[in-house]
Nanobody, 126 residues
């Protein structure tokens, strides 16, 4: 499966952005999907994940819980990350990832995802 992430940009603190990850080659419903981010000088970290064959079973990093929402649109073969109440510390390059084998207990581990999009920059100004 090939992944194409988009939707990043520059936004003020408190604002919102919606990231999109369009999958091609295979139906996205058969994959567990994750969003990860990497800020300059920091390690990549898990942001949110949605489980295989599910449109509602998801998990989040504590730092984004209640502000970010991951969702899946099977008809458009796209996974979204709705980001509200953005903070300067959310500034990072955001990546979507896919795996047909990762289980929910491993979904925060980026090494379990073999397919990655190219990343989209999110910058939140204070």
């Amino acid at each position: 499966v090939q992944l194409q992430a988009s939707g990043g940009g520059l936004v003020q603190a408190g604002g919102s952005l919606r990231l999109s990850c369009v999958a091609s080659g295979r139906p996205v419903g058969g994959y567990a999907m994750g969003w990860f981010r990497q800020a300059p000088g920091k390690e990549r970290e898990f942001v949110a994940g949605i489980h295989r064959w599910s449109s509602s079973s998801s998990n989040y990093a504590d730092s984004v819980k209640g502000r970010f929402t991951i969702s899946r649109d099977g008809a458009k073969n796209t996974v979204y990350l709705q980001m509200n109440s953005l903070k300067p510390e959310d500034t990072a390059v955001y990546y979507c990832a896919a795996s047909s084998t990762v289980i929910s207990s491993e979904s925060r581990n980026g090494a379990r995802y073999p397919y990655w999009g190219q990343g989209t920059q999110v910058t939140v100004s204070s």
